[in-house]
């Protein structure tokens, strides 16, 4: 089993953080090879991306933890992929994200690791982006989109 990490600082408080990247139809703002990110009720998604030029759909699972601020996923296949993420507060503004994968598959050089560091710069560059957005609009950001979405279900 191959593993890959990386870790980053990025300027949004940690629950705001979590709070977007819990939500998995966002994953194709922040992950340029996936496509269509859906939830299909419980911790499954059915995904579709662009995979070395090939569009490829799977269903998987994405789980949350609220009270820890991790996400674990993961996919059917050959590859075994699953993978973990972690979103520790620095300060009231600031909180680190740690990502980890696993996978059966060795790629080639660097590949994964590079992929790896870039998906996670753009997590933190999309969050950061919209939690501005919401504040400049007075929608008071993701927790609040949360907060909004349990109260009316």
Known sequence: MTEYR????????????????????????????MKVAEPQGGDSVHVEAEVHGHRVASEAWLHTDPGTRSLTWGAEGPDD????????????????????????????????QQGLERTVAAMTHAASADADVEAAEGQGGWTSYDDKRDSSS
Do not use: C, K, M
């Open 6 to 33: 990386h870790s980053a600082t990025a300027d949004i408080p940690a629950d705001e953080l979590f709070a977007f990247l819990s939500h998995p139809e966002n994953l194709p703002r922040y992950f340029p090879q």
């Open 81 to 112: 992929y699953h993978g973990e993420l972690r979103i520790r507060e620095d300060s009231p503004a600031t909180s680190e994200i740690t990502v980890t994968l696993h996978s059966v598959r060795e790629a080639d050089g660097d590949e994964v």
